[in-house]
């Protein structure tokens, strides 16, 4: 009985239907395929069935593809490929970079809880390759400070008018009372702010503008904690015991780096990350950095 | 290059949770979620490698855990409103109501078919990179593609409102976005 869908030579597999309505056979199974399902009527109502279900579903929300991108989701986007662009930078340096990580982590720590110590204007003074995550931080400031900074109708989310609301839920956001500071003594007024996601979770930029238009944004948002490794808290005098709670690892004096689009000051206190970026000279961004972190 | 390369994969994610969550809202939080955590995560990937096999498996672990959790807090929660969501599965008034049909026909079934259904049609990915992004055999997704069809054919063919015991509770087929929008209207979500 040549139509018997029961016959060996007739029956057909799911994985077979599978791959004829997913168009994954070449044009001779294809065919080969298609002379059986003639003689097994069931197999053949099934491969009808999946095949109208496959247009169908290939149909489903064909206009979002067309659709404009929410600039939210651009952002984060954007903020993702400049990661992976470093990436492979990052597989060379890593190893190194767990070294540079010990000996910052080693020299915040002995400044302790004095707070950020401002540089002697030296030409060596505390310009240093920032380690580890530190580094992600002042290099998502800078891209950050590039993407926005020349933006002229949408430089930030929610503007300076509604700087409460702004505070608000930025400080949500950050999970951490925001102070925004006010450097209009150095010439600066408030533009607004806005959120922007960072591989430690969700991070804020404000945005400063002078009178001539020139732009400087602060960044900042919570530090990943940096465990000291146990090699680490051996090699430190006084051994384990005299070792300090962790945030006192997490503090660092400002530091001017220039590796980005463009370049800032940073400084880390209690966990948090700070970055003061501009088209500015060292000496006008350390100016307003100082200004900022006396008000915060 | 791949700074555009992202970008370029943001429709095919939004209109792929789109299609998984059948809320619009909650697929642009899931998109949204997915980039932050390959800003996290980009150390993982590796450069040459395939980035939209890489996108769409963060997005569907980011996906699993927020249905797991959902789940958990709709068995205290929200049955009973699941059970009255229920009735508005109803067969198609006419032709213009096939796209909002197979959405719902969809959300029927559960959430780890209607992942493989979705990527091997919407996204016309290979079995292999199938496989990978949800982390299992590819026999499991063989497997679960033929339910999942056969699933949705009876679904659609059949009027697309089988009778329900309404008594039966959380079955495997119900769907788990009616969950968290409903659990966003009572105000248990931001």
Known sequence: MKSDPNEASNRVSDEELHALVDGRLDPVQREALLARLARNPQAHASWQAWQRQRDALRGLHREWLDAEVPAALADAALLASDRQQRAGHWWRWGGMAAGVLCAFGLGWMSRGAQGPLVAAEGPTALHAAPAGGVREFVHQASVAHMVYAPEVRHPVEVSAAQQEHLLQWLSKRLQRPLKVPDLRAEGYELVGGRLLPGSDGARAQFMFQDKAGARVTLYLGAMQAQAASPALVAARPGGPAALPPTADLRESAFRFFDEGPVPGFYWVEQGFGYALTGSLTREQLMRLAQAVYRQL | MSRQSIVDHIPGLRRYARALTADAWAADDLVQDTLERACGKWRLWLVGS???????????????????????????????????????????????????DLQRCLMRLPEDQRAVLLLVTLEDMAYADVARVLGVPIGTVMSRLSRARSRLRELMEGGAAPARDPASGLGEQDPAVPVLRLMKQAGTMP
């Open chain 2, 50 to 100: 395939d980035l939209r096999a890489w996108l769409f498996t963060l997005m569907h672990n980011i996906y699993a855990n927020q249905v797991r959790g959902a789940v958990r807090r709709a068995r205290h929660a929200t049955l009973v409103e699941l059970e009255a969501h229920a009735a508005e599965l109803v067969a198609p008034r006419d032709a213009a109501d096939l796209e909002l």
